[in-house]
């Protein structure tokens, strides 16, 4: 294998939401069934530092790696397909991009010199997309660029890949634009214009496409590849269409159908082969033939918005393909729910995941959705704000502590069974100062996390401020809550069990981060395998 780096930029074209993030996984892993180490990169153009000050309304869900980045879900995607994890390196905005040529003009580091869009801000954004490629981990590093090529955001990251391709040299480096080709039906006719006009504006900053990928509702014809080959200055071979397809876990091998991974491989000069995706290809096909079905209530307060539980939604199919079987998830707003319809809505469910979430609005919903799957003996999976709605639950109406809340609803309650962590008590600003990232948990042997996990250490990622006051712990697990995860360190309680429900699971962290493919996430494989149990009986 060539000792060279070699870099690919996917940009996109004509409109937002085509699934740059996707693409750019899909071919990674197609290069990476070939023997090639790669790795994904997100290049976001917004100004906040990182998005974990976005609201997923704005941004969809906030993902966080093992090194505590809060991250674009994009890298979800990547680890998802890859299962190699991802870092702070694989996230850049330009926010941070800003920050630090900013701190270099306060040190005096620029000699004098005035500071300026081009050549600091580009050069800032070039060494940020080899950091990557100098840890000497990846033989490819696939930068995605964020946003779409005309937005006065972008022109930066235009424009620094346009010299790092001539920095790189011709085999090093390659272009996949990704772009829509429109269907009008009232013309009964696919449109290849926007495509046209969106290549032409990449050439404006001097960036020539190498390779198109085209999103399209129909089958591109060969007479319209032809055409968009000649007026893109690109290869008939590198038009590269990408149907819409039923699931995201098809698109590698509609992009193996097309070529892709050749086409890339070619113009790199690295040889190419068949790749092998068997892992893969047998979780699709137990993903799409299921032997059964179960129902899983997801309550969130964010339940409208598709991206805002990405990675619960991932971790599901993951664990549903390992079962062998379908889980419908219905998703329910928190804030609707109370003690008159929760029998209505909550009753026919085979199992319940209350979200993670922060902030005040609809968490007496969680907690009532906590009581009625407790009393029903439903399978319950609580996720950080879940878990934390569990405990209030069990403190409220088993040890009958009537006003027991946590400190982020009620900073005066007289009972904070959740109470802020010591940590947090001195900290003022809002970005990047949760409890993140990766963190050890020891598990008690014959609980359910114990027998799930087979491990006696885990390590898992954290997003939070607050926590279980172990001030309640003797008389929690006297009632019959088990703190059944501590942290070995500090003894924070991770994981909370009822065992005297069938499956009651209450985790501090986000088990959802690290669920992939190649290994569904073994607390979510058990949920489901357990909602398909009661649903027998
Ligand atoms: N708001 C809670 C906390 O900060 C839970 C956070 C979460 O669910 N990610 O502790």
């Known amino acids: 294998?060539?000792?060279?780096?070699?870099?690919?930029?996917?940009?996109?074209?004509?409109?937002?939401?085509?699934?740059?993030?996707?693409?750019?996984?899909?071919?990674?892993?197609?290069?990476?069934?070939?023997?090639?180490?790669?790795?994904?990169?997100?290049?976001?153009?917004?100004?906040?530092?990182?998005?974990?000050?976005?609201?997923?309304?704005?941004?969809?869900?906030?993902?966080v790696t093992e090194d505590g980045a809060e991250t674009d879900l994009d890298l979800g995607h990547y680890e998802r397909f890859l299962n190699v994890p991802t870092s702070q390196a694989n996230n850049v905005t330009t926010g941070r991009i800003y920050q630090s040529v900013i701190q270099k003009e306060r040190r005096g580091e620029f000699l004098g010199k005035t500071v300026q869009?081009?050549?600091?801000?580009?050069?800032?954004?070039?060494?940020?997309?080899?950091?990557?490629?100098?840890?000497?981990?990846?033989?490819?590093?696939?930068?995605?660029?964020?946003?779409?090529?005309?937005?006065?955001?972008?022109?930066?990251?235009?424009?620094?890949?346009?010299?790092?391709?001539?920095?790189?040299?011709?085999?090093?480096?390659?272009?996949i634009h990704l772009t829509l080709v429109p269907y009008l039906s009232a013309a009964g006719e696919l449109k290849t214009k926007p495509t046209q006009h969106s290549v032409k504006t990449?050439?404006?900053?001097?960036?020539?496409?190498?390779?198109?990928?085209?999103?399209?509702?129909?089958?591109?014809?060969?007479?319209?590849?032809?055409?968009?080959?000649?007026?893109?200055?690109?290869?008939?071979?590198?038009?590269?269409?990408?149907?819409?397809?039923?699931?995201?876990?098809?698109v590698p091998n509609l992009m193996l159908d097309e070529g892709l991974d050749k086409v890339v491989l070619k113009k790199l000069g690295l040889k190419s082969t068949v790749p092998d995706i068997s892992i893969w290809n047998k979780f699709v096909h137990r993903h799409k033939n299921p032997k059964s079905e179960v129902t899983i209530g997801l309550i969130g307060k964010y339940v409208e918005l598709q991206?805002?539980?990405?990675?619960?939604?991932?971790?599901?199919?993951?664990?549903?393909?390992?079962?062998?079987?379908?889980?419908?998830?219905?998703?329910?707003?928190?804030?609707?729910?109370?003690d008159e319809n929760i029998k209505l809505k909550l009753g026919h469910l085979d199992g319940v995941l209350v979200a993670p979430g922060f902030g005040e609005r609809g968490i007496e919903g969680k907690i009532t959705a906590v009581k009625f799957v407790r009393e029903n003996n439903i399978p319950f999976l609580g996720i950080c704000l879940g878990m934390q709605m569990a405990v209030i639950e069990f403190a409220r109406n088993v040890i009958g502590i009537a006003n027991a809340n946590s400190k982020e609803m009620d900073a005066d309650t007289p009972n904070p069974?959740?109470?802020?962590?010591?940590?947090?008590?001195?900290?003022?600003e809002k970005g990047g100062t949760m409890r993140l990232g990766a963190w050890s948990c020891e598990l008690t042997q014959d609980s359910i996390?114990?027998?799930?996990?087979?491990?006696?250490?885990?390590?898992?990622?954290?997003?939070?401020?607050?926590?279980?006051?172990?001030n309640y712990k003797p008389q929690m697990e006297a009632a019959g809550?088990?703190?059944?995860?501590?942290?070995?360190?500090?003894?924070?309680?991770?994981?909370?069990?009822?065992?005297?429900h069938p499956w009651f699971v209450g985790v501090q962290y986000h088990p959802e981060y690290k669920s992939t493919v190649a290994n569904p996430h073994p607390l979510f494989v058990a949920f489901v395998k357990a909602a398909l149990s009661n649903r027998k009986k």
């Open 1 to 63: 294998m060539t000792s060279k780096i070699k870099y690919i930029f996917v940009t996109g074209g004509v409109t937002s939401s085509l699934g740059k993030g996707i693409i750019a996984a899909s071919l990674a892993k197609l290069l990476q069934g070939q023997g090639y180490r790669v790795t994904i990169q997100k290049l976001d153009p917004y100004i906040n530092v990182d998005p974990g000050t976005l609201n997923p309304y704005e941004h969809g869900e906030c993902y």
């Open 117 to 175: 869009v081009v050549p600091h801000i580009t050069d800032e954004i070039k060494r940020r997309v080899q950091l990557l490629g100098q840890s000497e981990d990846y033989d490819i590093v696939i930068t995605e660029i964020g946003g779409t090529v005309g937005d006065i955001e972008s022109l930066p990251y235009i424009e620094a890949v346009r010299q790092l391709r001539w920095d790189l040299g011709e085999d090093n480096g390659l272009v």
């Open 202 to 250: 990449l050439m404006e900053s001097g960036v020539q496409a190498d390779i198109l990928v085209c999103r399209t509702e129909h089958d591109l014809p060969k007479d319209l590849r032809r055409k968009l080959a000649l007026f893109c200055n690109v290869k008939e071979e590198a038009v590269i269409q990408s149907i819409d397809a039923s699931t995201i876990y098809d």
């Open 307 to 338: 991206d805002s539980y990405k990675s619960i939604l991932e971790a599901f199919i993951h664990a549903g393909a390992e079962n062998e079987v379908k889980v419908k998830i219905e998703s329910i707003h928190s804030e609707y729910l109370n």
């Open 417 to 428: 069974v959740i109470d802020l962590m010591e940590e947090q008590k001195t900290i003022t």
């Open 449 to 470: 996390a114990g027998k799930v996990y087979k491990e006696d250490v885990i390590k898992e990622r954290h997003r939070h401020r607050y926590e279980f006051n172990s």
């Open 481 to 500: 809550m088990l703190a059944t995860g501590l942290n070995p360190d500090t003894g924070l309680v991770e994981i909370v069990e009822i065992p005297s």
